[in-house]
């Protein structure tokens, strides 16, 4: 995961812009 993310920055980014945000809004659901 984390070579794969390396390998490919702006794709990684954007996973990552994405996914927090998600993740953020599960957590405080929870």
Do not use: F, T
Request: net charge negative; glycine share 6%.
């Amino acid at each position: 995961m984390m070579k794969v993310a390396i390998g490919c920055d702006h794709a990684g980014m954007a996973m990552k812009n994405q996914i927090i945000p998600l993740l953020e809004e599960l957590n405080v659901e929870i």
